[in-house]
Antibody, heavy 116, light 108 residues
Framework: EVQLVQSGTEVKKPGESLNISCQAS????????VGWVRQLPGRGLEWMGI????????KYSPSFQGRVTFSVDKSTATAYLHWSSLEASDSGIYYC?????????WGQGTLVAVSS | EILMTQSPATLSMSPGERATLSCRAS??????LAWYQQKPGQSPRLLIY???ARVTGTPARFSGRGSGTEFTLTITSLQSEDFAVYYC??????????FGQGTKLEMK
C-alpha cells in the first residue's frame, strides 16, 4: 500500500527556518516524482513544485521559486520542504503527494503556523 | 503558466440530482486533466486522470469529459458523501501543473 506520512504541526516565528518531511512507503521511492501543494486557510490548492528522488531534479512553480527548497533522502525515502526564513503569509497546510504528473497518493498534510 | 478556471464557484444541489462541474484552461492541455475531491479536514483525493479515466475506487457515477480547453466532471445521482470541493488540475507539457480554484458542491 502506497503511503506518504508527513511530519506534524509546526508553530514558528517570522524569520525562522523550517523543514517539514514526507516519508514514503509501499513503492519504489526513486521512480516517482514527489510534489508539494500549499493550501492557505479557507483557500484552494496551489502547485508548488516537484522533485524526482532518483536524481533530485526539481521543478518549482514561479510563485515559489526562491522561497522554498525541495530535497530528498533516498536512504529513508523521505522528501523535505525547507524554508530559510518564514513569513506570516506562509501559514497554511502543506501536502506532499506522489506525482505521475497528476497526484495519485497524498500525505495527510502538515499545518504550518507562522506568527510573532 | 496555464490558468485553470472552474465554474461555478459554488453549486447547490440535492441528493439524487445530477451535477455538472466545469473547468476551462487558458490554452490547450490536450487530455492532461485530473479531477480531485476534497472533504473538510481531509487531503485531496484523485478521482479522474487523463480527463476521463476513473481511478480504482472512484464510483461509476463520476465521469469526466473534454479535451483541449474545456472539461466537465459529471456526478449522476448525487450521494450525501459527494458533497465536497472539487478541483481540476492540468499537467500538460511543462510545469507548473496548475490547479483550478475549486468548485464547492453543497447540499441544498
Amino acid at each position: 500500500e502506497v503511503q506518504l506520512v508527513q511530519s506534524g504541526t509546526e508553530v514558528k516565528k517570522p524569520g525562522e527556518s523550517l523543514n517539514i518531511s514526507c516519508q514514503a512507503s509501499g513503492y519504489t521511492f526513486t521512480r516517482y516524482w514527489v510534489g508539494w501543494v500549499r493550501q492557505l486557510p479557507g483557500r484552494g490548492l496551489e502547485w508548488m513544485g516537484i522533485i524526482y528522488p532518483g536524481d533530485s531534479d526539481t521543478k518549482y512553480s514561479p510563485s515559489f521559486q526562491g522561497r522554498v527548497t525541495f530535497s530528498v533522502d533516498k536512504s529513508t525515502a523521505t522528501a523535505y520542504l525547507h524554508w530559510s526564513s518564514l513569513e506570516a503569509s506562509d501559514s497554511g497546510i502543506y501536502y506532499c503527494a506522489r506525482s505521475d504528473f497528476y497526484f495519485d497518493h497524498w500525505g495527510q498534510g502538515t499545518l504550518v503556523a507562522v506568527s510573532s | 503558466e496555464i490558468l485553470m478556471t472552474q465554474s461555478p464557484a459554488t453549486l447547490s444541489m440535492s441528493p439524487g440530482e445530477r451535477a455538472t462541474l466545469s473547468c476551462r484552461a487558458s490554452q490547450s492541455v490536450s487530455g492532461n486533466l485530473a479531477w480531485y475531491q476534497q472533504k473538510p479536514g481531509q487531503s485531496p483525493r484523485l478521482l479522474i486522470y487523463g480527463a476521463s479515466a476513473r481511478v480504482t475506487g472512484t464510483p461509476a457515477r463520476f465521469s469526466g469529459r473534454g479535451s483541449g480547453t474545456e472539461f466537465t466532471l459529471t456526478i449522476t445521482s448525487l450521494q450525501s458523501e459527494d458533497f465536497a470541493v472539487y478541483y481540476c488540475q492540468q499537467y500538460n507539457n511543462r510545469p507548473p501543473y496548475t490547479f483550478g480554484q475549486g468548485t464547492k458542491l453543497e447540499m441544498k
